[in-house]
């Protein structure tokens, strides 16, 4: 079992910047595939970002519409995954979920474990 817990959402100005951080639980978090997932008001659960297992050499994926602003990253011996959101518009507000799974992919059954999502708005 993985417990996910999300911090740093907020509300921001276009343009601005956050930075998402996502504490795990479990001892085995280097076992695991991270992912960011955001779900906007009516629509649904979108991937966003995920990072691949490794100490030294993890492999990132991230959605074409935040390629070059968003950065997802790791730190193993904290347990913690990162999202770093820079150049913010308000089309990226909504509920940003970690999550953990087993393998890497940008669908909801991919993984296992959720968080229970952070809130970033961003105003025009």
């Known amino acids: 079992q993985v417990q996910l817990v999300e911090s740093g959402g907020g509300l921001v100005q276009a343009g601005g910047s956050l930075r998402l951080s996502c504490a795990a639980s479990s001892r085995t978090f280097t076992s695991y595939v991270m992912g960011w997932f955001r779900q906007a008001p009516g629509k649904e659960r979108e991937f966003v970002a995920a990072i691949t297992l490794g100490w030294s050499d993890s492999s990132t994926y991230y959605q074409d519409t935040v390629k070059g602003r968003f950065t997802v990253s790791r730190d193993n011996a904290k347990n913690t995954v990162y999202l770093q959101m820079n150049s913010l518009s308000p089309e990226d507000t909504g509920v940003y979920y970690c999550?953990?799974?087993?393998?890497?992919?940008?669908?909801?059954?991919?993984?296992?474990?959720w968080g229970q999502g952070t809130q970033v708005t961003v105003s025009s």
């Open positions: 999550a953990a799974g087993p393998r890497i992919g940008i669908g909801k059954d991919d993984y296992n474990y």
